[in-house]
Structure formats: C-alpha cells, structure tokens
C-alpha cells in the first residue's frame, strides 16, 4: 500500500509569491490534516479536511488555505509569502473516523522563502 | 484546550541506558494520547498511543509509556538504548470530539553515545 506523498519535496519561493503544495493521502483515508514544523516550535496544526469539507483549523492567517478533492487529494496555498512561512509542511491522512490516533504522515514539502 | 509540554528539547543516553523522555499534558476533557518518532528528512511515524484503555501501553522498537491522570503525565520510556533509537520524538495530544486535531509539544531529539 503506498504511503502519503506530498509533492513537492522541496522549494524555493521569494517574498510575496504564492506557492501551492500537493498531498496524496493512502488509498481509503478520507481525512487529510496539514502541519507547519519549525524548529523550537513543534508542529503546528493548519487544518484538516475530511470528505471536501474543512472540519478543523489552526490559528494561521487567511494566507493559509486548502481544499480536498473528491479523490481525497488534499492542496494547501499560501498567498503572500513571508520569510517566516519557511518551514516543512506535513501532511497527515487517517482513515477519518474521530480520533483513531492513526495519522500517516508524508515526508515533508520543504519551503523555504528567500 | 490540549496543550502538551515535553521537557528537555535534547537528550543524550549512552547506548544500553535507560531512554526517558517527558511528557506532561493538559486536556479539558479526557484525552488521547501519543507519541510519534521523527528520522532526519522523514515524516512522523506513530510509536504508541493511549486512547482510555490500558493506562500502560507498549508500542514498537520496544517503546512503551504510562498514562498517569494524577500527574498528567504520559512520559515514554525504553530499558535499554540502541543506536538506531537517535531521532526526534513527539508527544501529542487530542481531544475524542474534535476530529483530528492534534497538538504536538515541541520534540525532543535523542542522542545515543555508542
């Protein structure tokens, strides 16, 4: 069974682009979460979809979005870059039930922003 | 709210020590509980959880952790350190009713001294 994948791995955005990052979750998750790790501050939540519709979210500016697909694959955007967005963004899939503790994670897109 | 608090960002044990790592929550309602495990460039992956059934659970690689509501504690322990085990371990917390929202603490890397 193949695992979360995020695309793309890693990235270099300058101040004030925009930059869509992609997640495919395993095959039969329904719910897709996204995380921000940065060092000293953990991972921090931004959201979660489950069946296209945005059932959780973090305290992140509107700058920060998503959307999942009828496939289950999940995008997030961020608008408007600053320097401080340079962080590795997870995604998480989980079959979707309420709190299973099972969240798969992908590798990480990394993004950095110059 | 969840919060969770891991204490000691870094931990250095020799291999065949004791592995410690600390973890203390907060939780209005009763919680979920984990622990995941990071590897350079990986994403998470899940090493235990606590879900209100044993208060002692066991997970892989010879991990296990004790769910302690009187000292709100959920510290994750291993007799005896391999090499393998260096990594960065997460505690997080969720709430049964919010989905899969979790809250992770700020990590802890391990360091193991051959």
């Known amino acids: 069974k193949a695992g979360v994948t995020q695309t793309p791995r890693y990235l270099i955005k300058t101040r004030g682009q925009q930059v869509t990052l992609s997640c495919s979750p395993i095959?039969?998750?329904?719910?897709v979460s996204w995380y921000q790790q940065t060092p000293g501050q953990g991972l921090q939540f931004l959201f979660e979809?489950?069946?296209?519709?945005?059932?959780n979210k973090g305290n992140f500016p509107g700058r920060f979005s998503g959307r999942q697909f009828s496939n289950s694959r999940s995008e997030m955007n961020v608008s408007t870059l600053e320097l401080g967005d340079s962080a590795l963004y997870l995604c998480?899939?989980?079959?979707?039930?309420?709190?299973?503790?099972?969240?798969?994670f992908g590798e990480g897109s990394r993004l950095t922003v110059l | 709210a969840q919060s969770v608090t891991q204490l000691g960002s870094h931990v250095s044990v020799s291999e065949g020590a004791l592995v410690l790592l600390r973890c203390n929550y907060s939780?209005?309602?009763?919680?979920?509980l984990f622990w995941y495990v990071q590897y350079p460039n990986q994403g998470l992956q899940l090493l235990l959880k606590?879900?209100?059934?044993?208060?002692l659970v066991k997970g892989i690689n010879g991990f296990e952790a004790e769910f302690k509501k009187s000292e709100t504690s959920f510290h994750l322990t291993k007799p005896s350190a391999h090499m393998s085990d260096a990594a960065e371990y997460f505690c997080?917390?969720?709430?049964?009713?919010?989905?899969?929202?979790?809250?992770f603490g700020t990590g802890t890397s391990l360091t193991v001294i051959p």
């Open positions: 998480a899939s989980s079959l979707g039930q309420m709190n299973t503790g099972e969240l798969f």
């Open positions: 095959s039969g998750h329904r719910s």
């Open positions: 979809y489950f069946s296209e519709t945005q059932r």
């Open positions: 939780s209005s309602v009763p919680p979920y």
């Open positions: 606590y879900t209100s059934a044993a208060t």
């Open positions: 997080a917390v969720s709430a049964p009713s919010t989905g899969n929202q979790f809250y």
